[in-house]
């Protein structure tokens, strides 16, 4: 099967950017409050005794992924740029990480309690997005929760050439409603218990959208 055009565009604009990105990139204790109480109302949802592992979908360089973990998530990171996965597990040794592609996740049917998707998915094209969220939907256990966060917009199609410390890059960012996002997620067969939307502030020209789901069983 041939790789989706936008999946390799990602794949090698992160591996080129992947060292100033891991510099760069926030640590999850200097997130703003909202983000930060988030990600524990995250992880007060999926740590046991709920069951299954839990996904974090684009982990890049696994700081987010190692923040769950020290609140107790049972987590694993998945990432397409198989240079962001070597600098996560030279940083977190002790934590897994793999490359994959939400596209087509290499998870069994039913496997997972949580899957975060932090800024993993506003690379994606549109209407690559249902094939992303059914894999969501698959890869979840009854009962399995979902967090989706990352800029939203107003259908705003960006092209940016050069990213990172002015690494060139070819990869394209979509920010979407947050209603689209909703409905497809919807769509999906996920059914959403909680939608945030923060306006710009300290500087980020972006709304950000965070979305709380899970899976009916």
Sequence with gaps: MTEPSHLTAVRESYDTVAADYARRVKEPAELDPVSRAM???FADLV????PGPVADLGCGPGKVTAH???LGVPVFGVDVSPRMVELARAAYPELRFTVGSMTALDIADGELGGILAYYATHHTPPQWLPT???????ALAPGGRLMLAGHVGNDEHLRPTRAYGDHPVSYESYLLPPDRIAELLHRAGLVLTARVVQEPEGGSKRQVGTFLAYKPG
Aim: net charge positive; no cysteine; glycine share 0%.
């Design 132 to 138: 992303v969220f059914s894999e969501f939907h698959r």
């Design 68 to 70: 769950l973990a020290a």
């Design 47 to 50: 740590r046991p005794p709920h």
């Design 39 to 41: 990600l524990a109302a």
